[in-house]
């Protein structure tokens, strides 16, 4: 298969022409609940679902972004039923229900609190190979480890080697909107794009360079563009020609004409 490329046609027929074990990653956000109108497209999640575990390599992780509508009275619940499809069908373990927290959301009326996140579902085919934990400072004294022990086996806490570091949690806290999620203006042409660092951060934690990427519902190009920048490979599949093109567009702009300033370091 052709890499570095973005198949304008359905993920399914994009997935048929991949080998069993084929990718290490893939990370993505479906198009939920027909909570926005991507040009009347349907998806087909449960042969998805098992596509998607049959391409995944062995110890490869499927972040999963969704969120649920509300209709009639009550949130669908196609997330959870999502998950629990993809555990208890198909065979992915539930590693970790991740949450992306949007700092500034759409406000909402109503007598509900203001929708704040999605769900952001790490799923694993077997344990996960590659997990390079973010870290962040720790605000609390290390751990003392066993070899500060003296002979009487107590504390010589003078001795104790402290860890300056721990990884973080697994809520996802992203500013999102015109300017924040990237900087890229054509990517505002597509409704429903990710903030470039939540990609960044799913990317880095679960592979490592060169590992192959993909993205089955690729909009604006975003997983692209973040896969180049951290030297992975990818491909992706989006069935609209018109997001292709504006994906396009974007790495055109981003890599060929060298505009791009590697904000992640
Ligand atoms: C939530 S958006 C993805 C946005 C993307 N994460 C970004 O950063 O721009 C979902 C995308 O899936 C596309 N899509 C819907 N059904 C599809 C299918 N069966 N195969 C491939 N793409 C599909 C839609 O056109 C839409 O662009």
Redesign the pocket.
Known sequence: MELQKIYNE???TTMSGMPDNFVEFII????YDDLRN??G???EFEKIAFELYRILKVGGVLIWVVGDKTENGSETGTSFKQALFFKEKVGFNIHDTMIYYKNNPMPTTGDRYHQHFEYMFALSKGSPQTFNAIKEDTKYRGMANMKNRGETGNLDYKKVERTSEKKIGNVFFYSIGGGISTKDKI?YQ?P???PEQLVYDQIITWTNESDLVY?????????AKIASLTNRRWLG????KD?VAIAEQRLKENFAQKLFVNEFN
Do not use: N, Q, R, W
Request: glycine share 6%; charged share 15%; proline share 10%.
């Open positions: 359905d993920c399914l993505t956000s479906p198009p991507y040009k497209y349907k998806f990517a597509h429903a794009i990710f993205d089955p519902f690729m909009g604006s190009g975003t997983t599949s989006e069935i609209s997001y």
